[in-house]
T-cell receptor, first 115, second 116 residues
Framework: DAGVIQSPRHEVTEMGQEVTLRCKPI?????LFWYRQTMMRGLELLIY????????DSGMPEDRFSAKMPNASFSTLKIQPSEPRDSAVYFC?????????????FGPGTRLLVL | AQKITQTQPGMFVQEKEAVTLDCTYD???????LFWYKQPSSGEMIFLIY??????QNATEGRYSLNFQKARKSANLVISASQLGDSAMYFC?????????????FGSGTRLQVQP
């Protein structure tokens, strides 16, 4: 079975440009999470969805970040405009969303570099 | 206060020996889950093992076992018979569903290096 799919795997862009990261969760999983990993802050939650509805976006840094989940098989994380401090690895993870079965499976990540 | 504490930034172990990676946690939620993930140099996050707060037995998955000491709020990962491929960052994480927070809170990680 395919795991969580993320694209692109690497992105280099210039400050001020719009960046869109994409994620396809594991089929049948009801919960989707976006995390960011930096050396300074480690792994931190940005936002998560349950049944396509955003539940907790308290980790979204500021209005420059937005996330959508238009259907159960696709989510995007958009940064507009991007800044050098957004450089990080962005992970998408999904879980079945069932009580007692909450293991999150991570995608390979998108390594973003904003110049 | 830190929710998840991993006090060992780096560890060395000889191939074929066992190693314990420490993790302590802080929660007031009586129902919680503890996870360990491995992140090799290639960058992906690989799920290793899960322990629920109500589980009576320590979790085991192949060469991985979780030494769960609830009263001490510790959830140490034990890797038996270390292999060179075990060299990676290891993250302990917690989920606290009673708080309504289904996302994971991660520790800062431990970098394990297995020496031949």
């Amino acid at each position: 079975d395919a795991g969580v799919i993320q694209s692109p795997r690497h992105e280099v862009t210039e400050m001020g440009q719009e960046v869109t990261l994409r994620c396809k969760p594991i089929s049948g999983h009801n919960s989707l999470f976006w995390y960011r990993q930096t050396m300074m802050r480690g792994l931190e939650l940005l936002i998560y969805f349950n049944n396509n509805v955003p539940i907790d976006d308290s980790g979204m840094p500021e209005d420059r970040f937005s996330a959508k989940m238009p259907n159960a098989s696709f989510s995007t994380l958009k940064i507009q405009p991007s800044e050098p401090r957004d450089s990080a690895v962005y992970f998408c993870a999904s879980s079945p969303g069932l009580a007692g079965v909450e293991t999150q499976y991570f995608g390979p990540g998108t390594r973003l570099l904003v110049l | 206060a830190q929710k998840i504490t991993q006090t060992q930034p780096g560890m060395f172990v000889q191939e074929k020996e066992a190693v314990t990676l420490d993790c302590t946690y802080d929660t007031s939620d009586p129902s919680y889950g503890l996870f360990w993930y491995k992140q090799p140099s290639s960058g992906e996050m690989i799920f290793l093992i899960y322990q629920g707060s109500y589980d009576q037995q320590n979790a085991t998955e192949g060469r991985y076992s979780l030494n769960f000491q609830k009263a001490r709020k510790s959830a140490n990962l034990v890797i038996s018979a270390s292999q060179l491929g075990d060299s990676a960052m290891y993250f302990c994480a917690m989920r606290e569903p009673g708080t309504g927070r289904r996302a994971l809170t991660f520790g800062s990680g431990t970098r394990l290096q297995v020496q031949p």
